[in-house]
């Protein structure tokens, strides 16, 4: 998911609309946003994408200078209109809003403590229960019950909550998921990537660190941790896959890290072939890395249809398979009679892969070789990235990589080292510097409250 935010600006809501737009890409089921005057909220979500859900007239009656936003893709909870975010209550002090990317691991033990006190949820996510915890605090006034509340939850949130007058960020102690913040004079911008910032022309101010809130209202901002920095556990997979190229996050360009990753994985898995291909978007960046470093010409072999949403994201497999056939299509100028590096950035379920070498054949292909700018995933995510069930995933389903590699119809595949990984991804983190690889490797950096 993405969120984006604004305090104090005449045109929050136009300015949340942009934002969530330049977020697009890290959900398409639905959107919304929340604005409020400094007195009461408006508010209108949708499924669908951003442009789909909001018009000029329905952004017209959100008026406010404060607002939050929130893109949403489903990992917890149904894809439904009610579980469209962000999510808005009246509790005792007036409206709240809660705009969520992340998963919560602890969030079926809390939902059950609450559920036994008398809660009544509205939505099967778990991002409510972050509202009945505000309200149920033992702690007066949001600006110390919204602190305190993110002590009992776990796993990973990067947090947008309004109330009438104030505004609080945070995010999860082990930094999982990314989150900027911006300034347009004397306004604070709070949005999932950076590229959100550039959009509605924000001057990029810092991240949020792992394990820290920040409480914005017109006596300013106050700043506080709700955990002790300790170890880091950025998502890797921001860099792999999920976040947009022209994004920073903690000093370290998207795109370039991309392109890193093409440039090891030509160095730990050499073929010869006369191009390399990417299956864009998302491997453009790996593709022309491993072009650089390998001296094979990159080309564009795969045509993407710009009208054509993100396969992964579709919520079945049958909208997924649908999904990658109207997306790409083959070039045959390019492909006819050649020896093909076909770079993509990840195998989760092996949908994409396999029909692409089926496109790059049919194109008349010589030969294919598969090389992945990411490790096996061999694990699920419970942070927030949609990943399927251990045995869906297919490098479970397979021994090893040439045995994936006859599935895929492939000449050979080779996946990029965990090593190589980690090298490409070794961001720069004031006093530590790990990062979540755990779909990859097994190794989770929270408790997965699973018994
Ligand atoms: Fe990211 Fe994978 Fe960790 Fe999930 S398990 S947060 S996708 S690195
Ligand atoms: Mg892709």
């Not at 820290?212 to 941790?225: A, H, M, N, P, S």
């Not at 490098?395 to 190589?420: C, P, Q, W, Y």
């Amino acid at each position: 998911c993405g969120v984006f935010g604004v305090f104090n600006h005449p045109k929050a809501t136009d300015l949340t609309y942009y934002g969530l737009h330049a977020l697009q890409h890290r959900g398409q089921e639905s959107a919304g946003i929340v604005a409020s005057d400094g007195k009461s909220f408006r508010h209108h979500r949708g499924m669908g994408l951003v442009t789909q859900v909001f018009s000029r007239e329905i952004l017209d009656g959100l008026s406010g200078n404060m607002a939050i936003g929130h893109v949403r893709y489903s990992t917890s909870g149904a894809s439904l209109l009610q579980n469209a975010q962000p999510l808005v209550f009246k509790y005792s002090e007036g409206d709240l809003a809660v705009a969520h990317n992340g998963n919560l691991v602890n969030a079926a033990i809390e939902r059950k403590v609450l559920q036994q006190q008398g809660a009544i949820f509205q939505t099967t996510t778990d991002t409510e229960i972050i509202a009945h915890l505000i309200a149920r605090s033992s702690k007066k006034y949001f600006e110390k019950a919204g602190p305190e509340v993110l002590k009992r939850i776990d796993g990973s949130f990067a947090l947008l909550i309004m109330t009438d007058k104030q505004m609080l960020v945070a995010l999860d102690r082990h930094g999982l998921r990314p989150l900027s913040l911006g300034k347009i004079g004397e306004s604070i911008i709070a949005a999932s990537e950076t590229c959100a910032l550039e959009a509605v022309d924000a001057k990029f101010w810092r991240d949020v660190e792992p394990g820290e809130w920040l409480l914005i209202d017109e006596k300013g901002i106050q700043t506080g941790r709700f955990a002790e920095k300790g170890d880091v556990s950025l998502c890797s997979f921001e860099f792999v896959y999920f976040a947009r190229p022209d994004s920073v996050i903690h000093g370290r360009s998207v795109l370039s890290i991309r392109k890193e990753l093409g440039q090891i994985l030509a160095k730990e898995h050499p073929t010869q072939a006369d191009v390399v291909v990417a299956v864009p978007e998302s491997s453009v960046p790996a593709a022309m890395g491993f072009a650089q470093q390998s001296g094979i010409p990159y080309e564009m072999g795969i045509i993407k249809n710009p009208y054509a949403g993100r396969s992964f994201i579709e919520p079945t497999q049958e909208l997924r398979d649908l999904a990658v056939r109207l997306k790409l299509s083959a070039v045959r100028e390019i492909l006819e009679d050649k020896r093909v590096v076909l770079v993509d950035d990840s195998i989760v379920r092996g949908t994409t892969s396999k029909r692409i070498v089926q496109l790059i054949r049919q194109a008349g292909a010589k030969e294919v070789h598969v090389r992945i700018s990411s490790p096996m995933v061999k694990n699920p995510c419970f942070y927030g990235v949609d990943m399927p069930t251990k045995e869906e995933l297919f490098a479970n389903k397979h021994e090893h990589e040439r045995a994936m590699g006859k599935v895929i119809g492939a000449d050979s595949l080779a996946f990029l080292s965990t090593e190589g990984l980690l090298e490409a991804v070794d961001v720069d983190l004031a006093d530590t510097s790990s990062r979540c690889i755990a779909c990859f490797s097994g190794a989770y950096p929270t408790n997965l409250y699973l018994k």
